[in-house]
């Protein structure tokens, strides 16, 4: 099993960018997918979900209006569109796969928001 995030970066208050996480090694359309992030000296919070076939999506207080869930099933991977975007956004960035039975993780990948 393998996720593997990409898109992260430095970018200055108001940009945007784009994750993207690229799955392997389980049946994709069968899990719900996750963003999570964690900021130094925080907890990892859930920032954004998805169903297996993208009917349902939910997104954290912090990020509703700002920020888009979406996934491709016959791509195998699931992104996270931010748009203006804060210093308070600043954190490493984990894509999750969750079923009733297992629960996957990436690697990460880090977004700081600073001018």
């Known amino acids: 099993v393998q996720l593997v995030e990409s898109g992260g970066g430095l970018v200055q208050p108001g940009g945007s960018l784009r994750l993207s996480c690229a799955a392997s090694?389980?049946?994709?359309?069968?899990?719900?997918m996750n963003w999570f992030r964690q900021a130094p000296g925080k907890e990892r919070e859930l920032v954004a979900s998805?169903?297996?076939?993208?009917?349902?999506?939910n997104y954290a207080d912090s990020v509703r209006g700002r920020v888009t869930i979406s996934r491709d099933n016959a791509k195998n991977a699931v992104y996270l569109q931010m748009n203006s975007l804060k210093p308070e956004d600043t954190a490493e960035y984990y894509c999750?796969?969750?079923?009733?039975?297992?629960?996957?993780w990436g690697q990460g990948t880090q977004v700081t928001v600073s001018s």
């Open positions: 999750n796969a969750r079923s009733s039975l297992f629960s996957y």
């Open positions: 090694g389980f049946t994709f359309s069968r899990y719900v």
């Open positions: 998805i169903s297996n076939i993208g009917g349902s999506t």
